[in-house]
């Protein structure tokens, strides 16, 4: 191989992409090292299984709920996979109840943007460009567009950062989790009550 | 007393009515021993505690849910009360556990007759009249009435017996519960989740 590639960027690429351990290295040996690179690499030669995957239809899981200390919020979520073999599936069963916890203490109100009325965008949108006056308009509109990014990672379950490691996105703990478990999940639905509110 | 009141008669019409034992014996005694007719006395006396607390204003309460084995059946329930104090009771504790059950089991889709929609209700009735062509208007009336509490008592949570005691409907058990708790409580909300559905 052309550059040395460590083990733990081996290890990442795979949790990643859920790619094979000689497709990771090659990879990564032809990217010198670098993890994003080799992603795209990856990409490109069909080879990471997590976006594959994401195409596959799910019609088992699990319906999992919290309820946290006291009483006064709780949540109530379904996850898909593809069999019922992985929903019942340790990784999968912690996966589901890290989502109630991070549904429970983070209160999004939407799955994915998708979900996002086409009017709170609006609203969204308007009050960012609000915000922006007398800038160039290049600079407004990239403004804008980060406040909008900022505004889908508060309210989408999937663009949050995870509360237990916030470095990371819900979406990639999911895509983790895709690789990991081999299967295509989906995170459904999800309600949560808080007391009176 | 005019008539001997039988002890269970007295426990029966207290636990009903939430009224006191003397008010309970009184009523019995001019009743006849009759509970139904003890009953309608308590009320016009203003006696029947239940009744009167039913007005009392509910900000408390817990936020309770169940899942029912292998995970593909899930409910979140809202269930208020008057104080926190009664909340972590364990009488009010069982009785959401009761309703998240019966939720699970009966698929209830509304928790009372207010909420199901008009056009839900039209649709009912039409069905109902057609069902019974043929009959004297007073009898197709009658019928279709029983038909329509029949529905209800198939979609509405309150109205549904109660599964665990189907001589009783949740709204009998739940005067009960505030008779015995002595607090207004109210059944805010539910969710229930069906792998798939």
Same mark, same amino acid.
């Given at each position: ?7 733990? &960027? ?10 094979? /351990? ?5 990879? =990564?040996?032809?990217? +010198? +090292? ?5 992603? %795209? ?16 239809? %799910?019609?088992? !899981? /699990? ?6 200390? +006291? !009483?006064?919020?709780?949540? =109530? ?5 593809? *069999? ?20 429970? $203490? ?5 799955? %994915? ?14 009050? $960012?460009? $609000? ?7 290049? &600079? ?16 989408? =379950? ?23 478990? !081999? ?7 999800? *309600?949560?009550?808080? /007391?009176?509110?």
């Amino acid at each position: 191989m052309s550059t040395p590639v460590s083990a733990q &960027a081996v290890k990442d690429l795979r949790e990643k992409t859920g790619a094979g /351990l000689l497709d990771c290295q090659k990879a =990564l040996a032809e990217a +010198g +090292g670098n993890v994003e690179q080799a992603i %795209t690499i990856l990409r490109k030669k069909g080879a990471a299984t997590a976006d594959k995957k994401s195409g596959r239809s %799910t019609k088992e !899981g /699990l319906v999992s709920s919290y309820i946290h200390i +006291g !009483g006064k919020v709780g949540v =109530l979520l379904e996850v898909n996979c593809e *069999t019922d073999f992985v929903a019942r599936n340790d990784d999968f069963k912690t996966f589901c109840n890290d989502l109630c916890l991070q549904i429970a $203490a983070a209160s999004p109100l939407y799955v %994915t943007r998708d979900e996002v009325p086409e009017a709170a965008i609006a609203a969204e949108r308007e009050i $960012a460009v $609000a915000q922006v006056q007398g800038k160039p308009p290049a &600079a407004i509109q990239k403004i804008v567009e980060g406040k909008l990014e900022k505004y889908y990672s508060t309210v989408c =379950l999937v663009d949050q950062p995870f509360v237990k490691q916030p470095d990371k996105s819900i979406k990639e703990i999911l895509t983790e989790k895709i690789a990991k478990i !081999g299967e295509n999940i989906t995170i459904r639905r999800f *309600t949560r009550y808080q /007391l009176g509110a």
